[in-house]
Nanobody, 115 residues
Framework: QVQLVESGGGLVQAGGSLRLSCAAS????????MGWYRQAPGKQRELVAT???????NYADSVKARFTISRDNREKSVFLQMSSLKPEDTAVYYC?????????WGRGTQVTVSS
C-alpha cells in the first residue's frame, strides 16, 4: 500500500522561500508520476507541479520560474522548492502519486505567506 507524508510547510513572509518534502512508501514509487497540488480556502484543488519517473516536469503558469519540483527515487521522495513566495501561494499543499490504477494523496501541509 502506497503512503505519502508531506513536511516542510510553515509561515513565511512574502518573497521568502520554503522547501516541501514528500516521503513515499510502496512498490510503485520509482515508476510513478509524482506531483504537488494545492488548495486554498474556498477554492478547488489545483495542480502546482508534476514530475514523471523519467524526470519530465510540468508546472502551473502561476508558479513557473518560482517553484522547482524534483525527486529522489532512491529515497522515494519528491520535493518542491518554492521561492519568491506570494500571499496568493497560501494553501494546503498535497503530495500526489499516480501509477497504474493507483492515485494516492498525502494529508497535506499548510503553507502560509504573509504580506
Amino acid at each position: 500500500q502506497v503512503q505519502l507524508v508531506e513536511s516542510g510547510g510553515g509561515l513565511v513572509q512574502a518573497g521568502g522561500s520554503l522547501r516541501l518534502s514528500c516521503a513515499a512508501s510502496g512498490i510503485f514509487v520509482s515508476i510513478a508520476t509524482m506531483g504537488w497540488y494545492r488548495q486554498a480556502p474556498g477554492k478547488q484543488r489545483e495542480l502546482v507541479a508534476t514530475i514523471t519517473s523519467g524526470g519530465s516536469t510540468n508546472y502551473a503558469d502561476s508558479v513557473k520560474a518560482r517553484f522547482t519540483i524534483s525527486r529522489d527515487n532512491r529515497e522515494k521522495s519528491v520535493f518542491l522548492q518554492m521561492s519568491s513566495l506570494k500571499p496568493e501561494d497560501t494553501a494546503v499543499y498535497y503530495c500526489n502519486l499516480r501509477a497504474y490504477s493507483e492515485n494516492v494523496w498525502g494529508r497535506g501541509t499548510q503553507v502560509t505567506v504573509s504580506s
